[in-house]
């Protein structure tokens, strides 16, 4: 096996790793597709093709981290909700993650946004619309974050395609 096959092998797990990284914020997302072109295109043997499909890839990624930071937390201001919910929510996820297999990263991190905001506004109406307003946020964000995310693996695919065929 050649330099450029095992760093292409290499590229694309870590891409794929990347991918699931926006979904599963254990993981490292984005950044990872990026530092995975970049790889591709400096030992991945694809030369011009390379830089191309790292130069739009880039921009994905970089137009994905942006949009999903601005859209959820223009949300987050619309309903005053403090970084520190998000933070608590955060940290009951990683721990839900290790008590409840499969879903318990998502059902902490809505348990612990909840008891945050109850916390903080004393009354559960208030904590569950602003719980919610958060969740559909961050949801929205990592969804666009995803596809832009799917789009910058796609391009890697597409650009591996033409390195094949020529």
Known sequence: MTQETVVTILCGLAILVGVAGTIIPVLPGSILIGASLLAWAI????????????????VFVAVGMAASAILTGRKMKQHAIPGRSVVIGLVAGVVGMFVIPVVGLFVGFAAGLLLSE???????????????????????GILVEFGLACLAASTWVIGLWIVAAT
């Open 118 to 140: 109850l916390s903080r506004t004393r009354d559960f109406r208030t904590a569950t619309t602003t719980s919610w307003a958060a969740l559909k946020a961050t949801g929205l």
């Open 43 to 58: 030992w991945g043997g694809a030369g011009t093709v390379g830089w191309v499909v790292f130069a739009i890839g880039v």
